[in-house]
């Protein structure tokens, strides 16, 4: 019985990737892990509805603790773990954090909210979890990742810190396949672009992108779990779009 864990799944995408799986996979379990549980009355609901399938526990990818904590429970309830899925991320929030649109705009404390959401966090949940995904032949490491973070693609600008911090993010995922390559060549670790999503992480931006590009979170989370799905090894280290092309980094 496959296990997958979705780090941020409290909404969004990482919402509609726990109902997915649990959807087309009768025999699939989620471990579903977000910042707040008790704030996700739709995640509550889903772990009420399928109690021996989704699992839900605090993680905040800014406490080092609270991963640690949740890889022990899983090492100690499941002793291993098929995919993971890193989906939390962070472009704009309540407290006055929005994308630069100049040099003069860039802050510090800015910069260091951006990679630790979008680069630093996944990576050390990689870190924690990775030890029990070796235990399984294939394995993968997914996390979302974004068009913008790519080098060569920057035609526009701005965007400093979101841009940085996702393009940091597909160093580690690069910099992990590697590593895991030598050891263990069944585990895959790859980034995903999910595409324009109708989400709150978006949905400030997206009033000049024609309404039939934006996909709903759930077509979005279907489409990447079918990219997961059609993965070997030979993928690893890639990011990849919602419709399985490659995007160049």
């Known amino acids: ?30 471990i579903a892990t977000c910042r707040a549980p008790d704030s996700s009355d739709e995640l509550q609901s889903l772990a ?57 705009d860039v802050s510090a404390e800015k910069l260091e909210k951006y990679f630790w959401v979008n680069s630093i966090g996944p990576l050390l949940v990689a870190k924690y979890f990775a030890p029990l995904m070796k235990k399984r032949k294939r394995a993968v490491i997914a996390n979302l990742s974004a068009r913008v973070g790519s080098i060569g693609d920057n035609r526009l600008g701005g965007w400093y810190g979101y841009r940085a911090s996702k393009s940091a993010q597909n160093m580690f995922t690069r910099t992990l396949s590697i590593e895991m390559a030598r050891t263990h060549p069944e585990m895959i670790c790859v980034g995903l672009h999910p595409g324009t999503v109708a989400t709150s992480l978006s949905q400030r931006f997206s009033s000049r992108i024609n309404p039939e590009q934006i996909f709903s979170p759930a077509l979005a989370a279907e489409q990447l779990l079918a990219v997961i799905d059609g993965l070997t090894p030979s993928d690893s280290g890639k990011v990849f779009a919602y419709d399985g092309s490659v995007v160049p980094w």
């Open 1 to 30: 019985m496959p296990l997958v864990l979705v780090q941020g799944a409290s909404r969004g995408i990482g919402l509609a990737f726990v109902r997915t799986l649990i959807k087309r996979d009768p025999q699939s379990r989620v």
């Open 48 to 104: 009420a509805s399928y109690p021996e399938r989704v699992v839900i526990k605090r993680l905040d990818v800014t406490e080092v603790d609270s991963i640690a904590l949740t890889s022990e429970y899983v090492q100690q309830h499941e002793g291993a773990l098929d995919v993971l899925i890193n989906s939390a991320g962070i472009l704009h929030d309540a407290d006055g954090l929005s994308p630069e649109k100049r040099l003069q």
